[in-house]
């Protein structure tokens, strides 16, 4: 017990370690923050258009264009698209590592997120739609005030659920030298020689925060049932 204490007293307290995990899960939450609403703008928007588009011999090119991004996207690994971005797409060095690394994330959880959208407008009677039609509304009428509202109560446990794994998947930001929560454990990792102790300090905190969330999920995807 003495050497495990001793281990947690080097790696919070001394020289107030603690307060290096606190400015990476700063960091960690501003980039999980930024991407998911960025992937979230994303992904409606290309499921609406996948969707539409379909229908419409016109802009059938649209919808390939959709399914090539989300191909690309979900067939191509984070971390080496991580890479590119911050390496080919942002080159300068005056770049906020910060928001390359949100923008990275948002694209990638846009994919995600389209196809979850996109699973849960079809999951929608179409007699809904045709309803909506006979109603004088157009398509995105139709698609905002009667198809959507219903295809996010089908969705929610599945966006959720990918918002959880986004803010886990944010623990790689580190190789485009982003000091996020992960790389925290490692700065003091290596100054106490020993990198274990550090690395479980950050697991922990990753815990709380996906339990916390999954809670929240779980009493909103109650009271939305009751509706």
Not at 13 to 29: N, Q, V, W
Request: include cysteine; proline fraction near 2%.
């Amino acid at each position: 017990m003495n050497i495990i204490g001793e281990k947690l007293y080097k790696a919070l307290i001394e020289e107030d370690r603690y307060l290096a995990y606190l400015e990476g899960l700063k960091i960690t939450i501003e980039i999980s923050i930024l991407a998911i609403l960025l992937g979230v703008v994303i992904g409606i928007l290309v499921a609406i258009i996948n969707v539409m588009a379909r229908e419409r011999k016109g802009l059938k090119w649209l919808s390939l264009l959709c399914s090539l991004y989300i191909h690309i996207i979900r067939g191509t690994p984070l971390m080496v698209q991580l890479l590119i971005f911050a390496n080919l797409i942002f080159v300068s060095r005056e770049n906020n590592e910060v928001v390359i690394g949100a923008v990275c994330f948002g694209i990638n959880s846009g994919a995600y997120v389209a196809e979850i959208i996109r699973a849960g407008i079809e999951s929608v009677d179409k007699g809904q739609t045709e309803a909506g039609r006979s109603l004088g509304l157009n398509g995105m009428q139709t698609m905002g005030y009667i198809v959507l509202p219903q295809a996010v109560k089908n969705i929610l446990p599945a966006l959720g659920n990918e918002f959880i794994v986004l803010i886990k998947e944010t623990s790689v930001a580190g190789v485009i030298a982003v000091t996020d929560l992960t790389k925290a454990a490692q700065y003091v990792g290596s100054r106490t020689w020993d990198i274990l102790t550090p690395l479980l300090i950050a697991a922990v905190i990753y815990l709380m925060i996906v339990l916390g969330l999954t809670k929240l999920l779980g009493l909103f995807e109650r009271r939305l049932g009751k509706r």
